[in-house]
């Protein structure tokens, strides 16, 4: 049986190692705060986890990451892989695929490309790293979704934070236009706008937004400095506005 040792019992964590249970791998779960799923084997530490595991799925933080390495990469034997699920920098995957290295540990950098909730080990994972092709060959069998990329650790972190620049960029711009349409009594007509453009972006939306910044960048910078100034006087913070008033003055040089 195959035997997967989960790291991190947290929303993502937990709902990985019960659907691992489910499809007939043998979990041993660790969560210094968090009880075992039903079904996994509960043990005191990484290193017990990871003990005799053929494969290591840490998904605690990113801040915990390199201690959670450090911790049990000595109880790590064979074929066995470590990979790394948090969402961390690819200077932070290439210092823990590194301390892998100095282990003898085989290493993989995880990124998790959708929401866990619903998903569990069928959310989309990115992997890269020596370890990248076992990891797929290992979970692939069980339902996961893997795409394996051809590079070093880190690269699959470069790929996902790079999404999540536009992504959660866009959704605390419209997080922020809704707050400050609510102040100023008009949400309702805001949110109808924001669908209607964002229903209608296609091919070549892209390359419009892009060259429209360049090209009014000066006069822009000056809309969204009325607009950081709006937002104040609304009592918004304007954290969105701010930065794209001063990504346009950037860029108007």
């Known amino acids: 049986m195959l035997i997967i040792a989960v790291l991190g019992l947290g929303e993502a964590g937990g709902a990985i190692a019960g659907d691992l249970v489910a499809a007939g791998a043998a979990v041993r779960a660790y969560d210094p705060a968090v009880p075992a799923p039903e079904g996994t084997a509960a043990c005191g530490s990484e290193a017990e986890a990871a003990a005799g595991a ?3 799925l840490s998904v605690n933080s990113a801040h915990d990451a390199v201690a959670a390495l450090e911790a049990g ?3 790590v034997s064979g074929d066995a892989v470590w990979a790394d699920l948090n969402t961390g920098s690819p200077g932070l995957k290439r210092r823990l695929d590194a301390i892998a290295r100095e282990r003898g540990v085989r290493f993989a950098d995880v990124a998790i490309m959708a929401p866990v909730p619903g998903r569990g080990l069928r959310t989309p994972l990115l992997v890269s790293g020596d370890g990248a092709a076992r990891v797929a060959d290992l979970l692939r069998p069980l339902g996961a979704g893997v795409e394996v990329m051809d590079g070093p650790a880190g690269l699959a972190a ?3 934070l790079l999404r999540s620049v536009f992504f959660k960029g866009l959704a605390g711009a419209v997080v922020e236009a809704l707050e400050a ?5 008009c949400e ?3 949110r109808a706008n924001i669908v209607e453009e964002l229903a209608a972006a296609g091919e070549h939306t892209v390359d419009r ?3 429209g910044t360049h090209r009014h960048a000066v006069r822009r910078a000056a809309e969204m400095e009325a607009a950081a100034e709006m937002l104040a006087e609304l009592d918004v913070p304007p954290a969105m506005a701010a930065a794209s008033r001063d990504l346009l003055r950037r860029l108007a040089g």
């Open 188 to 190: 309702d007509w805001l």
């Open 209 to 211: 937004l892009v060259s």
């Open 54 to 56: 053929d494969l290591v």
């Open 181 to 185: 349409a609510r102040a100023a009594g």
């Open 73 to 75: 990469a000595g109880a």
């Open 158 to 160: 470069e790929r996902k």
